[in-house]
Nanobody, 114 residues
């Protein structure tokens, strides 16, 4: 499945953004969808995941500020980000996992700066 992220941009500290990830095919059969991020000079890290049944998991650094959700009818996964901090600056990637198959999007840049 092909994944296309959107919604990134420049935002001031304390601001909000909503990222979207649209899949080219049905995601209702996917075991899990997730958002990951990679800052310059750092490894890619998990931000949040959501299973096909809606169970969610968050990195401790974003818990309480970010919310992952999915709309299977629209083949879309969202990441609502609030109270953004400069350390949230990174390229955010969408990931789809079904059994042994893993697909990644191309990423969308999020920059948090005043």
């Amino acid at each position: 499945v092909q994944l296309v992220e959107s919604g990134g941009g420049l935002v001031q500290p304390g601001g909000s953004l909503r990222l979207s990830c649209v899949a080219s095919g049905s995601i209702s059969s996917m075991y899990a969808m997730g958002w990951y991020r990679q800052a310059p000079g750092k490894l890619r890290e998990l931000v949040a995941t959501i299973t096909s049944t809606g169970m969610t998991n968050y990195a401790s650094s974003v818990k309480g500020r970010f919310t992952i959700s999915r709309d299977n009818a629209k083949n879309t996964v969202y990441l609502q980000m609030t109270y953004l901090k400069p350390e949230d600056t990174a390229v955010y990637y969408c990931k789809a996992t079904r059994a042994a198959n893993i697909d990644w999007g191309q990423g969308t840049q999020v920059t948090v700066s005043s």
